[in-house]
């Protein structure tokens, strides 16, 4: 699963590492989005990057992934962390019984969950691209 912040890199910063994890998740992987993350990505780029507004729903249309639902009424005794705004993310992944969360966000350093494990782009290369 990505956070938001990863999909924004992914989409309008492309860069060579970004481009191997993507490829290498893609090839080995399921990708999961969440519906929490998709519209978080939509409102983000409304809002500072209003001209690629098109670049995000084309992208999003050609990638292959799961899309999970992010429910309205979260059980907010799972985890903390010091973002409320950041526990959909992760309350979806654990929901939905995924291995690995990508995200850039610090807040998420803290967080002591079992599953999924947590992973910066950089671990991520560091771990799965040889």
């Given at each position: 699963m990505l956070d938001t912040n990863i999909?924004?890199?992914?989409?309008?910063?492309?860069s060579e590492r970004m481009n191997q994890m993507m490829d290498y998740i893609f090839k080995?992987?399921?990708?999961?989005?969440?519906?929490?993350v998709v519209e978080e990505l939509k409102d983000v780029v409304n809002r500072k990057f209003p001209k690629k507004a098109g670049v995000v729903d084309a992208?999003?249309?050609?990638m292959?992934?799961?899309y999970v639902y992010t429910p309205d009424t979260i059980?907010?005794?799972l985890?903390?962390?010091r973002d409320m705004k950041d526990y959909p993310v992760l309350y979806t992944a654990i929901l939905e019984d995924v291995d690995v969360l990508i995200t850039g966000d610090k807040d998420f350093e803290d967080?002591?969950?079992?599953?999924?494990?947590?992973?910066?782009?950089?671990?991520?290369?560091?771990?799965y691209l040889k």
């Amino acid at each position: 699963m990505l956070d938001t912040n990863i999909l924004i890199s992914v989409l309008l910063f492309p860069s060579e590492r970004m481009n191997q994890m993507m490829d290498y998740i893609f090839k080995n992987h399921e990708l999961v989005l969440s519906s929490y993350v998709v519209e978080e990505l939509k409102d983000v780029v409304n809002r500072k990057f209003p001209k690629k507004a098109g670049v995000v729903d084309a992208l999003l249309a050609k990638m292959g992934y799961e899309y999970v639902y992010t429910p309205d009424t979260i059980d907010e005794s799972l985890f903390s962390i010091r973002d409320m705004k950041d526990y959909p993310v992760l309350y979806t992944a654990i929901l939905e019984d995924v291995d690995v969360l990508i995200t850039g966000d610090k807040d998420f350093e803290d967080v002591d969950v079992e599953r999924p494990e947590i992973m910066t782009p950089g671990e991520f290369a560091f771990y799965y691209l040889k």
